[in-house]
């Protein structure tokens, strides 16, 4: 127990609990975007794969603690390695230079995640914490928020940031991992853009098709 509260202590402690929960996130978003795209095949088929999901409800429940455990370590780690990262040098350059091949997703890290953060909590007030009563809840759920060209535009930045976002952490953390090598490493950045232009095409579409096919 010892060397495991050291190991976490350290930062390579702190960013392999990053690199596994950030695994688990993206597993779950493979996940939550092939459900999402059942709304593509019209509103019963959709209606359809919510009604599997409510008969995996304790299944689900125990998936909900494990995402809401990760979400904490996630950002409290997170929150202390920038703060360490800072605290260490707290006095800024006053040229900033592009090296080590720095990149629009390492350098903007924190900011984004703090605002997928928020947008998660959004998220989750309109389409979690809703009266479930009514098979078509989460569907009058979605297409009340999307009727707002606002939050279509709000979700659409959101899915964008979040692609940022991954197209760093999601190479990141098979470095971490171990698989730093000269060998895979541009596979797996080749991979991290198109996971992080997937993940920003298939959730970014959503909102807009939900807009044009049953609003408008």
Same mark, same amino acid.
């Given at each position: 127990?010892?060397?495991?509260?050291?190991?976490?202590?350290?930062?390579?402690?702190?960013?392999?609990?990053?690199?596994?929960?950030? *695994?688990? /996130?993206?597993? #779950?978003?493979?996940?939550?975007?092939?459900?999402? *795209?059942?709304?593509?095949?019209?509103?019963?088929?959709?209606?359809?794969?919510?009604?599997?999901?409510?008969?995996?409800? +304790?299944?689900?429940?125990?998936?909900?603690?494990?995402?809401?455990?990760?979400?904490?370590?996630?950002?409290?780690?997170?929150?202390?390695?920038?703060?360490?990262?800072?605290?260490?040098?707290?006095?800024?350059?006053?040229?900033?230079?592009?090296?080590?091949?720095?990149?629009?997703?390492?350098?903007?890290? +924190?900011?984004?995640?703090? /605002?997928?953060?928020?947008?998660?909590?959004?998220?989750?007030?309109?389409?979690? /914490?809703?009266?479930?009563?009514?098979?078509?809840?989460? /569907?009058?759920?979605?297409?009340?928020? #999307?009727?707002? +060209?606002?939050?279509?535009?709000?979700?659409?930045?959101?899915?964008?940031?979040?692609?940022?976002?991954?197209?760093?952490?999601?190479?990141?953390?098979?470095?971490?991992?171990?698989?730093?090598?000269?060998?895979?490493? +541009?596979?797996?950045?080749?991979?991290?853009?198109?996971?992080? *232009?997937?993940?920003?095409?298939?959730?970014?579409?959503?909102?807009?098709?939900?807009?044009?096919? #049953?609003?408008?």
């Amino acid at each position: 127990m010892n060397w495991f509260l050291e190991t976490m202590r350290a930062s390579i402690g702190k960013k392999l609990m990053m690199a596994l929960t950030g *695994l688990g /996130f993206c597993l #779950f978003l493979i996940i939550h975007l092939i459900g999402n *795209l059942t709304l593509y095949g019209g509103k019963d088929v959709f209606l359809s794969y919510v009604a599997h999901l409510h008969a995996l409800d +304790p299944i689900l429940r125990v998936a909900e603690i494990g995402l809401l455990t990760f979400a904490i370590i996630h950002v409290a780690t997170g929150l202390t390695l920038v703060w360490q990262n800072w605290s260490a040098r707290p006095v800024r350059y006053q040229v900033k230079k592009n090296a080590g091949g720095r990149t629009l997703g390492s350098a903007t890290m +924190p900011y984004t995640g703090l /605002f997928i953060l928020v947008f998660v909590m959004v998220h989750l007030l309109n389409f979690h /914490f809703i009266n479930h009563d009514r098979q078509d809840a989460v /569907f009058q759920a979605m297409t009340g928020t #999307f009727a707002s +060209p606002l939050y279509v535009i709000f979700y659409t930045i959101a899915v964008i940031v979040a692609a940022i976002h991954i197209s760093h952490g999601f190479w990141s953390l098979f470095q971490t991992l171990g698989a730093n090598h000269p060998k895979y490493m +541009p596979g797996i950045r080749g991979m991290g853009l198109v996971f992080s *232009l997937l993940v920003a095409a298939g959730f970014g579409c959503i909102p807009v098709y939900v807009y044009v096919r #049953f609003i408008m």
